[in-house]
Nanobody, 128 residues
């Protein structure tokens, strides 16, 4: 089974940038698409972005398009989320996840509830 560990969160001023990392161990991480999700206090978890197993296909939630970029490095077994032009409403715990099946596509990551592994999350706080 794949184990996931996020890092890179922190406190940043509005307009700033952060790069989150999702490092994987165990299992066959390279065969899975990967999704980033976030959850703010008192709110439901929401989809942020996803990337195909090959890294060639990406999807973003509308509010993140043009500001966030997801990428992956197979050699490092890591998926990244570059976040630019951060806003206070981006404040949340950000987590990465893989689906339970390698057949789940990046396009489906925003809708599926069938996950195989989650990381512990990393806090992102954007001050105004």
């Amino acid at each position: 089974q794949v184990q996931l560990v996020e890092s890179g969160g922190g406190l940043v001023q509005a307009g700033g940038s952060l790069r989150l990392s999702c490092a994987a161990s165990g299992g066959t991480f390279s065969r899975y698409c990967v999704g980033w999700f976030r959850q703010a206090p008192g709110k439901e978890r929401e989809f942020v972005a996803s990337i195909s197993w090959a890294g060639s296909i990406t999807y973003y939630a509308d509010s993140m398009k043009g500001r966030f970029t997801i990428s992956r490095d197979h050699a490092k077994n890591t998926v990244y989320l570059q976040m630019n032009s951060l806003k206070p409403e981006d404040t949340a715990v950000y987590s990465c996840a893989v689906p339970s099946s390698t057949y789940t596509s990046a396009q489906d990551m925003g809708a599926t509830s069938d996950f195989g592994s989650w990381g512990q999350g990393t806090q992102v706080t954007v001050s105004s």
